[in-house]
């Protein structure tokens, strides 16, 4: 295939290739995002102005609770100004908690990053949304979704070149709703975006389909075609909701649910009782290709959706 034989975009290779986004979404039940302008390095949350010590603290205490933490800004061109400069109050913090059922967005301002270190990231990852607010009361319930788009090129070129027009566009049409962000995962499938609260991942994303997503949200909808995953089920159970999804042309958010995966096929249930189960394989990526930007081809396994078949509810 063209290209392939030379160095180039890891994003383009994945295009050419014809890679399957389905499972390629970061697996978390809650988000806790923060602001802080300036340049970002491949690890954002302990290479930037962010207190390192810090961020490490956090980000290690997050993982264990199963919840993402990232760094976002504000598309665009900023002020490069030390973390001690920063206005008091004026970092913007977001935290979410993705599953169906249990689905929270709370936003709003702190005065020093210090402040996060008051919530409970279990509680958070529960969608236990009075534990946060009294932790942290300047937080509150926040209305309709955010978007955040990736554009960490320290961590892959291809987030820089692809993702800021997308967040660029997105927050001309969405003011206030789409923030830029570090590494979202998978970033050979750049441009990528995660929406929040619902925590569902895009990859290959164009400004048109972009705003489709964003649009989609607002409805309690997902833009099937661009979908990487939902982040509360395990990566074979997002290969195996988007298998029905596109099998029975279903983007309403919160109407399936992952139920249950043996090594051979993954259960998924629709609120209205219905029920499939979905033969999720995991097979070598042929030919090899580079995870990101400036790495070499390597023999990665992907997951494919096989087939979907319609079973009784009373046999999951």
Same mark, same amino acid.
């Given at each position: 295939?063209?290209?392939?034989?030379?160095?180039?975009?890891?994003?383009?290779?994945?295009?050419?290739?014809?890679?399957?986004?389905?499972?390629?979404?970061?697996?978390?039940?809650?988000?806790?995002?923060?602001?802080?302008?300036?340049?970002?390095?491949?690890?954002?949350?302990?290479?930037?102005?962010?207190?390192?010590?810090?961020?490490?603290?956090?980000?290690?205490?997050?993982?264990?609770?199963?919840?993402?933490?990232?760094?976002?800004?504000?598309?665009?061109?900023?002020?490069?100004?030390?973390?001690?400069?920063?206005?008091?109050?004026?970092?913007?913090?977001? %935290? #979410?908690?993705?599953?169906?059922?249990?689905?929270?967005? *709370? @936003? /709003?301002?702190?005065? +020093? =990053?210090?402040?996060?270190?008051?919530?409970?990231?279990?509680?958070?990852?529960?969608?236990?949304?009075?534990?946060?607010?009294?932790?942290?009361?300047?937080?509150?319930?926040?209305?309709?979704?955010?978007?955040?788009?990736?554009?960490?090129?320290?961590?892959?070129?291809?987030?820089?070149?692809?993702?800021?027009?997308?967040?660029?566009?997105?927050?001309? %049409? #969405?003011?206030?709703?789409?923030?830029?962000?570090?590494? *979202? @995962? /998978?970033?050979?499938? +750049? =441009?990528?975006?995660?929406?929040?609260?619902?925590?569902?991942?895009?990859?290959?994303?164009?400004?048109?389909?972009?705003?489709?997503?964003?649009?989609?949200?607002?409805?309690?909808?997902?833009?099937?075609?661009?979908?990487?995953?939902?982040?509360?089920?395990?990566?074979?159970?997002?290969?195996?909701?988007?298998?029905?999804?596109?099998?029975?042309?279903? %983007?309403?958010?919160?109407?399936?649910?992952?139920?249950?995966?043996?090594?051979?096929?993954?259960?998924?249930?629709?609120?209205?009782?219905?029920?499939?189960?979905?033969?999720?394989?995991?097979?070598?990526?042929?030919?090899?290709?580079?995870?990101?930007?400036?790495?070499?081809?390597?023999?990665?396994?992907?997951?494919?959706?096989?087939?979907?078949?319609?079973?009784?509810?009373?046999?999951?």
């Amino acid at each position: 295939m063209s290209g392939l034989n030379r160095p180039g975009l890891c994003s383009t290779w994945c295009r050419e290739l014809e890679e399957p986004i389905a499972g390629t979404a970061v697996v978390a039940t809650g988000w806790l995002v923060v602001e802080q302008p300036g340049p970002w390095g491949a690890k954002a949350p302990t290479q930037s102005h962010f207190d390192p010590v810090l961020g490490a603290r956090i980000d290690n205490d997050a993982k264990k609770a199963d919840v993402r933490f990232g760094l976002i800004r504000t598309p665009g061109r900023h002020a490069d100004l030390p973390a001690e400069d920063l206005p008091a109050g004026s970092r913007q913090v977001f %935290a #979410a908690c993705t599953v169906p059922g249990r689905t929270i967005l *709370l @936003g /709003g301002r702190i005065g +020093a =990053p210090e402040e996060l270190l008051a919530i409970d990231l279990e509680a958070l990852a529960r969608g236990d949304a009075a534990a946060i607010t009294a932790a942290v009361p300047s937080l509150a319930p926040v209305e309709g979704p955010i978007v955040l788009v990736c554009t960490n090129g320290k961590r892959d070129e291809c987030c820089a070149i692809l993702g800021r027009p997308i967040a660029q566009a997105l927050a001309a %049409a #969405a003011p206030g709703r789409v923030w830029e962000s570090n590494h *979202l @995962g /998978g970033h050979r499938f +750049a =441009p990528t975006a995660t929406i929040l609260p619902e925590g569902s991942s895009h990859g290959q994303l164009t400004v048109e389909s972009a705003l489709e997503m964003y649009a989609a949200a607002t409805r309690g909808e997902t833009v099937i075609e661009s979908l990487r995953g939902r982040g509360c089920w395990s990566k074979r159970g997002q290969t195996a909701e988007i298998a029905v999804r596109r099998a029975i042309g279903e %983007a309403r958010l919160d109407v399936l649910t992952v139920v249950d995966a043996d090594p051979e096929s993954v259960a998924v249930r629709h609120q209205d009782g219905r029920a499939w189960t979905v033969a999720v394989s995991t097979e070598p990526a042929d030919p090899p290709r580079p995870e990101s930007c400036g790495k070499e081809p390597f023999n990665m396994s992907i997951l494919r959706a096989g087939r979907v078949e319609l079973v009784a509810e009373k046999d999951l």
